[in-house]
């Protein structure tokens, strides 16, 4: 169980989300002076799909990089989450291209060690918020934790960012990890690429697809 502080500027249905959720005990809104929701250490900045691409391409005042950076320096864990599917940029942001929406993903992950988590909409992106943080949270005596678990302080960020794609677990996340190092190999991998990985069927590649690559 967690408590969260979501920052007063964000949307009532963020608010609304995280107080309807099980494992929340109490949403305290208040200015935040990094970050949009904080569980903790953990400091998760929100961004809409329109938002997240309007920065990265330099569209809007916002700078992503810097939010970034004071999450990164305000709280020992940072994660961006983007609301809304990666399939869509396409549609909604004509002339941007998919490449480029991946490429900022992967420096954010690797260079910021703030990994960009897509999620398909407001109550996914709060579930997924409130798991990483009780995560982070739990002392690491208190449960034996499996050595290759994606929760783990010392798991590679990549490692981390396949374990937050839903009906993705640890063992699977390993052996996505040692087929595809880096975000952009995964982006990168066919789809009979990704079914020789153990573990990963049909429907959990068309998983990973939607959570990463544009649909066909």
């Known amino acids: ?21 099980p ?11 990094a970050g949009d929701l904080v569980v903790g250490k953990v400091g998760f900045e929100r961004k809409t799909l329109d938002d997240y691409v309007g920065s990265v391409v330099g569209r809007t005042g916002s700078d992503l990089r810097d939010q970034v950076l004071k999450l990164t320096e305000g709280y020992d864990h940072a994660y961006v989450l983007l609301e809304g599917n990666l399939s869509d940029v396409a549609d909604m942001n004509p002339g941007v291209r998919q490449a480029v929406v991946h490429g900022s993903m992967a420096s954010f992950t690797a260079r ?3 990994p960009v988590l897509p999620c398909s909409d407001c109550e996914r992106l709060v579930d997924v918020a ?7 949270l739990e002392s690491p005596t208190a449960r034996p934790v499996p050595s290759g678990t994606v929760t783990g302080r010392t798991a590679p960020t990549t490692k981390r960012i396949y374990g937050c794609i839903e009906g993705v677990g640890p063992a699977t996340a390993d052996a996505l990890y040692e087929a595809f190092p880096t975000v952009e190999a995964l982006l990168d991998a066919s789809e009979a690429e990704l079914l020789d990985v153990a573990g990963v069927g049909e ?11 544009e649909t066909d």
Request: with cysteine; hydrophobic share 40%; charged share 45%.
């Open 1 to 21: 169980m967690v408590r969260v502080a979501v920052d007063d500027r964000e949307p009532s249905v963020v608010v609304r989300e995280l107080r309807e959720h």
């Open 23 to 33: 494992d929340v005990t109490d949403v305290e809104v208040r200015r935040l002076e």
């Open 112 to 114: 910021h060690d703030a």
């Open 130 to 136: 409130v798991r990483i943080g009780r995560k982070h």
């Open 203 to 213: 429907k959990r590649a068309r998983a990973i697809r939607a959570a990463f690559c």
